[in-house]
């Protein structure tokens, strides 16, 4: 069976690109080979330039999404699929393995599925990620994990909305990714995603991983990540990580494994990792330090412990000036994520905010724009069916919160300023 996966453009709409992989669908690729299947990963958002835009010039052309990205995209499909001749196409929508990332959109996918059903009605389509919507577009929608599941659902050509039943599937020997299948070679800068854990047991009221993994984290063993992070060194030249845990300190076992792996195979890799910044403690930051971890990113989100609340965070502001201190102790570089919104918040709030975050003197940081996802509980709270395309960087966003130029431009300066924590493996450019 030949199977074509797809990741539709999305940043190429606003003037930029992502080489990066998609784990969740990569992952799927490589499970599918393994069961026999001939498969060939199609990222459409890949571009052979290695100048990105900033953050903050994508969110100043997020009023004015790229249509023509789209239509090059078709007329592409259309081409490659007549002479690939897939049995069936998966299309993802977003990253289910990494759902905290910007990495799709609901509306760019369903245009894309539309017109595959369109030109090939015979062709089995298949949409997959933490961003779908029920829809009568694609032929199958599955929600969760379906690495195990998919290939036989596909066989059966199962049609509708199928809520993927295997919780807890076998990590320990998911394969090791490569590169063998990919339609667009990359660089080894973009193959720096890789993951020991999935899922988060914290309920972030913005998040999507709480639908996803049910409050469970799913792990393999900190042996089994550690020889992918060498198989990747020795076949393709990868030396800087990132490690896209949603909370790599939720175990401080498993954290202090895995550091300690690092320091006895002498690995020499640079790294950095996601971590919930209430869990932070001096053993974990004293392990963190000795295996050369290069960036703690920490989704501080607010520095008011109202927006706290409302954002469920389960901390307060008292407890992050509290850890922050440890890892300063021990000279850990710091990435903090800001997220923007509120429904009573005005512009005087922020500015107290600001100065907050300005004080913690971060050594890098990622301002977003709350964005009521779908399978979320802000979702629910405010019973919102508004997703704008660009996501998280999204004017249109900032005016559904009413935040003020003023305010964008002063947290978004806080971020350019500081410049990206993955700067000296990528080229960064601003347009304006």
Known sequence: MKILLISPPYYKLFGSFNNRINIGLHTLS???????????????????????????????NSYQPDDSIIEEARLFLLSYIEGFQPDAIICSIGDIVIPSLDSGSPEIAESIGAFIKQEFPEVFSI????????????????????????????????????????????LENTPFLTLDNLE?????????????????????????????????????????????????KEKYGVNNFYF????????TKHLKETCQGIIDR????????????????????????????????????????????FLNKG???????????I???????????????????????YLEEYKYFEDLNADKYTVSILNPLPHTKLNRQVKSSFYPIASHLSLNLANHWEIT????????????????????????????
């Open 30 to 60: 490589e499970i599918l080979q393994l069961k026999g299947c001939e498969t060939k990963l199609l990222n459409l958002d890949h571009n052979s330039t290695d100048k990105l835009l900033s953050r903050k010039d994508i969110l100043n």
């Open 127 to 170: 949409a997959y990620g933490p961003m779908i919507r029920k829809n009568k577009i694609f032929d199958l929608t599955i929600e969760g994990y379906g690495e195990q599941e998919i290939l036989s659902l596909i066989k059966n050509r199962k049609k509708g909305y199928v809520k993927a039943t295997i919780q807890n599937p076998d």
């Open 184 to 232: 667009y070679q990359i660089d080894h800068q973009d193959f720096d995603y890789i993951w020991q854990s999935r899922g988060c047991s914290f309920n972030c009221s913005f998040c999507q991983a709480p639908d996803i993994s049910k409050g469970k984290i799913l792990r393999r063993s900190a042996r089994r990540f550690l020889d992918e992070i060498e198989f990747r």
């Open 244 to 251: 896209t845990d949603l909370t790599f300190n939720a175990s």
């Open 266 to 309: 002498n690995l020499k890799i640079d790294w950095r990792c996601d971590a919930r910044i209430d869990l932070i403690t001096e053993e974990q930051a004293e392990y963190l330090k000795k295996a050369n971890c290069n960036y703690v990113k920490l989704g501080i989100e607010s520095m008011n412990n109202t927006r706290l609340e």
């Open 315 to 325: 901390f307060t502001k008292e407890i992050v000036l509290e850890k922050i201190k």
């Open 327 to 349: 890892l300063n102790e021990y000279g850990l570089k710091k990435v903090i994520y800001i997220l923007l919104g509120h429904p009573n918040y005005k512009t005087k709030d």
């Open 405 to 432: 130029p003023e305010v964008l431009k002063k947290f978004y300066t806080l971020e350019t300023t500081k410049g990206r924590e993955d700067g000296n493996i990528r080229n960064f450019v601003h347009s304006n």
